[in-house]
């Protein structure tokens, strides 16, 4: 099992511009999420998906859209970058909505100029 | 989520047991603790959780305090690849997210 797979690794993206990270899981696992986190600082719920075919907004969500495209995969969409959002962007899942044990994937490191 | 108190930092030597302590004395009595752990650059790792009892794995070992006020996560003999950021967290029933403060950065020096 790869786990929580994500792509890009990193990228640099030009203020407006917009992108979008993609995270897979292969844990059969019912819910996924989206967190950020700046330098210094600890990670901040963006957008959650409890379930294949439901998101809820987290604690930033601002600036941000999501899609879940099927039980695997949950993506997060910048639609015009701002230099804000430069982050490291993790994407994490869990077996249930209130399974606490979440595993995360390896990050994705988004430079905004 | 119960709040939870953390020191900023810790030293532990290679070898030596690391005592991370974590204070949480809002916790409600159905609220669990968990602890992850981040090693720089790469995505939080689940490490160990507990309610009442003392809990062990092949990672660490969590003591909670009988009035559940406080724990702490023991490393028992520490690496230099344990150097990470520890994060406590006691989440809510019946929500769906974690949230993450800024944990303690433990560093394991030969």
């Known amino acids: 099992n790869a786990g929580v797979t994500q792509t890009p690794k990193f990228q640099v993206l030009k203020t407006g511009q917009s992108m979008t990270l993609q995270c897979a899981q292969d844990?059969?696992?019912?819910?996924m999420y989206w967190y950020r986190q700046d330098p210094g600082m600890g990670l901040r719920l963006i957008y959650y998906s409890a379930s294949e075919g439901t998101t809820d907004k987290g604690e930033v969500p601002n600036g941000y859209n999501v899609s879940r495209l099927n039980k695997r995969e949950f993506s997060l969409r910048l639609e015009s970058a701002a230099p804000s959002q430069t982050s490291v962007y993790f994407c994490?899942?869990?077996?249930?909505?209130?399974?606490?044990?979440?595993?995360f994937g390896p990050g994705t490191r988004l430079t905004v100029l | 989520d119960a709040k939870t108190t953390q020191p900023t930092s810790m030293d532990c030597a290679e070898g030596r047991a690391a005592n991370l302590p974590c204070n949480h004395s809002?916790?409600?009595?159905?609220?669990?603790v968990y602890w992850y752990r981040q090693i720089h650059s790469q995505g939080p790792q689940y490490i160990i959780h507990?309610?009442?009892n003392n809990e062990t794995n092949e990672m660490a070992s969590l003591i909670i305090t009988e009035d559940r006020k406080s724990s702490t996560l023991i490393l028992p003999h520490a690496t230099l690849r344990d150097t990470a950021v520890y994060y406590c967290i006691a989440p809510s029933k019946g929500y769906s997210t974690l949230t993450f403060g800024k944990g303690t950065m433990l560093l394991v020096s030969p």
């Open positions: 844990m059969n696992h019912n819910s």
């Open positions: 809002t916790i409600s009595g159905n609220e669990y």
């Open positions: 994490a899942s869990t077996p249930y909505p209130s399974t606490d044990t979440q595993y």
């Open positions: 507990g309610l009442k």
